[in-house]
């Protein structure tokens, strides 16, 4: 790809010359009663998805604790077991408390909790279609081709979540979904924003 978004791309860098910032109202988006956001956001998913051959998401890696069976652990149980047995008072009592918390976690077979990574995985229906995985310090870009079986997946994806802010692991979605028309990047997001950046040279549907 000759334009590489990641997470550090933002509205605090964009070009406002080349794109057009789209903010949609988050707290609106969960007003049953108005579903302007809503049809806004599939108004310019429905028109990018004519128009782009490539879709590229972020997914992040969540990590959570689990016990040694695998069960989720809180952070608030963690933090409880670990104050039982360390002296958190004394400033001098060895490492520093950041340091005796990292160990107390860290991914050894007698440690009483352990970091779990979870990814996204895409799809078995649109894993063909794959373009290209370039590396992120953050998490994994997933480039896929814009097939019809993607765009099924984009589509069925709206249905079931149909505001940009529903894009994220926690509803087994990737996030900040972008759109490149031969090369050119055409449309990106900032999904838990509720933030969308189009192109200003393309014809967008008016707001």
Same mark, same amino acid.
């Given at each position: 790809m000759s334009i590489t978004v990641g997470n550090a791309m933002s509205y605090d860098n964009y070009d406002p010359e080349r794109f057009i910032l789209e903010e949609l109202d988050i707290k609106a988006e969960y007003k049953?009663?108005?579903?302007?956001?809503?049809?806004?956001?599939?108004?310019?998913?429905e028109f990018v998805?004519?128009?782009?051959?490539?879709?590229r998401f972020f997914a992040p890696v969540s990590?959570?604790?689990?016990?040694?069976?695998?069960?989720?652990?809180?952070?608030r149980q963690a933090l409880e077991s670990w104050r039982?047995?360390?002296d958190t008072s004394n400033?001098?009592?060895?490492?520093?408390?950041?340091?005796?918390?990292?160990?107390?976690?860290?991914?050894?077979?007698?440690?009483?909790?352990?970091w779990n990574e979870q990814r996204w995985v895409p799809p078995?229906?649109? &894993? /063909?279609?794959?373009? %290209?995985i370039p590396n992120d310090s953050e998490g994994t870009l997933f480039y896929f081709h814009l097939t019809p079986e993607v765009k099924s997946f984009v589509r069925t994806c709206l249905q079931s979540y149909p505001t940009l802010s529903y894009w994220g692991?926690?509803?087994?979605l990737p996030e900040d979904p972008a759109f490149y028309c031969k090369e050119q990047l055409i449309l990106w997001t900032?999904?838990?924003?509720?933030?969308?950046? &189009? /192109?200003?040279?393309? %014809?967008?549907?008016?707001?």
């Amino acid at each position: 790809m000759s334009i590489t978004v990641g997470n550090a791309m933002s509205y605090d860098n964009y070009d406002p010359e080349r794109f057009i910032l789209e903010e949609l109202d988050i707290k609106a988006e969960y007003k049953a009663e108005d579903d302007n956001i809503a049809t806004r956001w599939q108004i310019l998913i429905e028109f990018v998805l004519e128009q782009a051959d490539t879709v590229r998401f972020f997914a992040p890696v969540s990590k959570t604790m689990i016990n040694p069976d695998g069960d989720p652990v809180s952070f608030r149980q963690a933090l409880e077991s670990w104050r039982s047995t360390e002296d958190t008072s004394n400033p001098n009592s060895g490492n520093t408390l950041e340091q005796r918390w990292q160990d107390f976690t860290t991914n050894t077979s007698n440690k009483p909790f352990q970091w779990n990574e979870q990814r996204w995985v895409p799809p078995e229906e649109i &894993r /063909s279609s794959l373009k %290209d995985i370039p590396n992120d310090s953050e998490g994994t870009l997933f480039y896929f081709h814009l097939t019809p079986e993607v765009k099924s997946f984009v589509r069925t994806c709206l249905q079931s979540y149909p505001t940009l802010s529903y894009w994220g692991d926690h509803n087994n979605l990737p996030e900040d979904p972008a759109f490149y028309c031969k090369e050119q990047l055409i449309l990106w997001t900032i999904s838990h924003e509720s933030m969308v950046y &189009r /192109s200003a040279t393309e %014809d967008f549907p008016p707001a």
